[in-house]
C-alpha cells in the first residue's frame, strides 16, 4: 500500500502541474487570456474545506457559479443542501471521467468523496498539511490499488454475460478463479 501511496501523490502532483499548469497556461497564453489563476496553493491547504476551494480554481468556480448558486436560490437558502448537491453532481462527473478512460465503471472515488471528502469538506478545525497529505497519499493510494485490481480482473476474469451488467459490475468482487503467480 505504501508504494501506492507514493505512486499516487506523484501522479496527483504529476498531473496537476501538467494540466492546471502547463496546459491551462499554454491555452491561456495562445487566446491571449489574461486571467491565469488556475490553481492556489492547495497544497498548503490545512483542511479539505480548504483545498477543495484551491485545487482547482476553475472547476471550482464553475459548481459555484452554475449549481451552488443556482441551488442557493432554489432551496431557500440552504447551504449544506447547496454544498451536498455540488458534492454530489462533481462525483459522479469524476466517476464518469474514469469510467470513460477505463472501459468500464468502478465507484471508488464516488465512495471516497462521499464517506470521506463529503463529510471533512463540514469540519472546519484546522488539523496539520501533514494530516492532509496522509489523507491525499493513502487515498490515492487506494484508488490506484483497487482500479489496479479492477483492471486485472478485467482481463483474466471471464465477463457476465450480459454487456451492460459487465460494465457497471466490477468483475473483481466476483472472480474466482485462481491464477498462477
Not at 494540466?19 to 487566446?31: D, F, I, P, Y
Not at 489574461?34 to 459548481?63: G, I
Not at 454530489?88 to 465503471?105: N, T
Not at 471528502?117 to 501533514?130: A, D, E, H, W
Amino acid at each position: 500500500m505504501i508504494k501506492s501511496n507514493f505512486s499516487g501523490i506523484c501522479f496527483f502532483v504529476t498531473i496537476n502541474y501538467l494540466l492546471l499548469h502547463t496546459w491551462m497556461n499554454a491555452w491561456a497564453e495562445m487566446l491571449q487570456f489574461a486571467d491565469r489563476l488556475f490553481y492556489k496553493d492547495w497544497w498548503n491547504s490545512t483542511t479539505y474545506y480548504t483545498f477543495f476551494r484551491t485545487w482547482n480554481v476553475v472547476v471550482h468556480d464553475w459548481l459555484y457559479t452554475y449549481i451552488y448558486k443556482d441551488m442557493y436560490e432554489i432551496v431557500p437558502y440552504n447551504r449544506v443542501l447547496s454544498a451536498t448537491i455540488v458534492f454530489f453532481i462533481s462525483a459522479i462527473v469524476h466517476e464518469y471521467i474514469l469510467a470513460f478512460a477505463f472501459g468500464f465503471f468502478y465507484p471508488v472515488i464516488f465512495t471516497l468523496f462521499i464517506t470521506i471528502g463529503f463529510p471533512m469538506f463540514f469540519i472546519r478545525k484546522t488539523f496539520s498539511n501533514l494530516f492532509m497529505w496522509l489523507s491525499w497519499s493513502l487515498g490515492t493510494g487506494i484508488i490506484f490499488s483497487l482500479h489496479a485490481i479492477e483492471l486485472y480482473a478485467r482481463q483474466n476474469c471471464p465477463p457476465y454475460p450480459n454487456y451492460y451488467l459487465d460494465l457497471f459490475i466490477p468483475r473483481s468482487w466476483s472472480c474466482h478463479e485462481q491464477f498462477n503467480s
